[in-house]
């Protein structure tokens, strides 16, 4: 099976920055893109950033210039670091991954259970 996990959530004052790590592990051949979503209270689920295999990222327009996604092909890890966080940055941050579990399998979106991330003072 596949697992996601992320880590570095927390609390963090307005301003602060904060790093997220999101490590897959198993049954993996390769991973495709991979990304980074959130979740606020009464709000639905939106894309914050997206980075292919070959390093091509993609970020919402509320994120571009704080935000940095990144990944380690070698150690199956996306990465997210966050800066100037405001309280509107607020919510549980989850990873995606596009796996293919052999050569010629096609790829399958799985998903980290997410990590809270509070920005206040």
């Known amino acids: 099976q596949v697992q996601l996990v992320e880590s570095g959530g927390g609390l963090v004052q307005p301003g602060g920055s904060l790093r997220l790590s999101c490590v897959a592990s198993?049954?993996?051949?390769?991973?495709?893109?991979m990304g980074w979503h959130r979740q606020a209270p009464g709000k639905e689920r939106e894309m914050v950033a997206i980075i292919s295999r070959g390093g091509s990222e993609h970020y919402a327009d509320s994120v571009k210039g704080r935000f940095t996604i990144s990944r380690d092909n070698a150690e199956n890890t996306v990465y997210l670091q966050m800066n100037r966080l405001t309280p509107e940055d607020t919510a549980v941050y989850s990873c995606n991954a596009v796996i293919l579990k052999s050569w010629s399998s096609r790829g399958i979106d799985y998903w980290g259970q997410g990590t809270q991330v509070t920005v206040s003072s």
């Open positions: 198993g049954s993996i051949y390769s991973i495709a893109g």
